[in-house]
């Protein structure tokens, strides 16, 4: 049955037109290579004697990827790819990204030839702007808080095996899909073990003029689980766990240069035993000077996601983030996740050059619950008693990028610098970290036939 639905959507797709795509078939590749230096902290533990990798660790990260689209009709894409990620001097081992609810690694620098971009895509289904894409792909919306690659990581956050379809009209689009994220294990094939969550969702985007405005609204449902009863309780059983997601995006400039975002999610579901309540939200509220030298942008943000505030009491209030980015939302040295966190952010974007822009941040974090855990490793800092307080520390990051003359190249650097708060100081190290990183990336795309 599923065949004959496949070869019927098929062909449905080429008579719809009798058109020829231009190109027939194109290849790309885009490759990366990062230095990145970590002084006083790792990917997974924080301090001068971390329990496991170095204190100080200078590493280089390399990713490969190598697609080929084919076109044979202007409604038929096949996509075919490949992603190659290594890892080069990381003082922190392999077993450190072993995750016990999963029985395997999810290793986020290392996944060596895995498909990636392997997916079939029909358009214009039915005379209409409805297309359908089947296979493992990226999914991405918005500022991708809700849904996100995870691009800075160098395996990718969320790679996903999913089918989507979608519906686009004017400057307006529905999507809905179901899927399941991949997990980075280096040693075994992604297809020869389990996925990690499965997800369903529409996240739909709406343009609304307003008295020669525009402002847009972006509503949004996910629904989330894992049936491999693996979820502790806090009653110390084991379950499932199953969540729902309801939430809105709203953004818009409403004044000359003046713009804001706003994003708002409610969670409800079970973990194990647990029934689960959480939200989490961003403001973000910013202005261009257009006519000033270097165009500079400055705003201020906030992020929000609860914690839970009794850890005894059957009741989750933990927000887990949905499937969205982590590496330029809350700090760039990577300490925070959108987890039982508050963050107050203030930025100044400037721009010298039109091949080069510069971007400073300084964040404040606190814990939202300081009975939850600080989720750069939940399983080592946490103080159940709250006493540690919630203070995390605050943070400055600057990143700069430069687009180099030679076509498809791009260099980006950057410095970040951290001050622990009392929650840091009491249960990890009261010494300050520093990170530093510089990356070329190259992008090449060239049609063969």
């Not at 790679?159 to 686009?168: G, H, Q, R, T």
Request: charged share 25%.
């Amino acid at each position: 049955m599923r065949k004959k639905c496949f070869v019927f959507l098929t062909l449905f797709a080429f008579v719809s037109s009798s058109a020829v795509a231009d190109d027939l078939l194109r290849i790309n590749a885009d490759i990366r290579y990062r230095w990145e230096y970590e002084n006083n902290f790792n990917q997974k533990f924080y301090g001068k004697n971390p329990p496991k990798g170095d204190s100080s660790d200078s590493f280089l990260l390399q990713r490969i990827r190598l697609t080929f689209d084919f076109y044979p009709h202007k409604n038929v894409h096949i996509s075919a790819g490949l992603q190659d990620s290594r890892a080069y001097d990381v003082a922190l081992p392999d077993d450190a990204f072993y995750n016990s609810r999963l029985g395997l690694g999810n290793n986020p620098n290392k996944d060596y030839w895995e498909p990636f971009d392997t997916y079939l895509e029909l358009k214009n289904l039915f005379g209409k702007r409805l297309s359908l894409k089947g296979g493992r792909q990226t999914i991405a919306y918005g500022d991708k808080r809700i849904f996100g690659p995870g691009k800075w990581g160098n395996t990718g956050r969320y790679i996903w095996d999913a089918v989507k379809l979608s519906y686009k009209f004017v400057d307006n689009f529905v999507d809905t899909f179901y899927g399941r994220n991949i997990i980075h294990e280096p040693d075994r094939f992604s297809l020869d073990h389990r996925h990690f969550f499965e997800g369903c969702a529409v996240y739909s985007h709406f343009l609304i003029p307003t008295q020669g405005r525009k402002f847009y609204l972006e509503p949004f449902f996910v629904r989330k689980w894992d049936t491999h009863d693996n979820f502790k309780s806090e009653d110390l059983s084991f379950g499932d766990f199953y969540s729902n997601y309801y939430g809105i995006r709203s953004y818009a400039e409403i004044l000359p240069g003046l713009d804001y975002d706003f994003t708002f999610v409610w969670q409800t579901g079970k973990w194990g035993n647990d029934d689960l309540d959480a939200y989490g939200y961003h403001l973000l509220a910013g202005y261009k000077f257009k006519t000033v030298p270097w165009t500079p942008r400055v705003s201020a943000e906030f992020s929000y996601a609860s914690g839970d505030k009794n850890p005894t009491d059957g009741d989750r209030g933990t927000f887990d983030g949905v499937f969205g980015a982590r590496d330029k939302m809350y700090g760039r040295m990577n300490l925070m996740d959108w987890k039982n966190l508050q963050d107050a952010q203030i930025n100044l974007e400037l721009k010298p050059h039109k091949n080069l822009g510069f971007k400073a941040e300084l964040h404040k974090f606190w814990l939202a619950a300081d009975k939850d855990a600080w989720y750069q490793n939940q399983k080592v800092y946490r103080d159940k008693t709250g006493k540690s307080g919630n203070e995390l520390g605050m943070e400055f990051d600057i990143v700069g990028k430069y687009t180099t003359p030679l076509k498809g190249l791009e260099c980006q650097f950057g410095y970040g610098h951290f001050w622990p708060g009392e929650f840091v100081k009491t249960v990890a190290d009261d010494i300050e970290a520093d990170w530093c990183f510089l990356q070329l990336h190259y992008r090449f795309s060239e049609v063969l036939l």
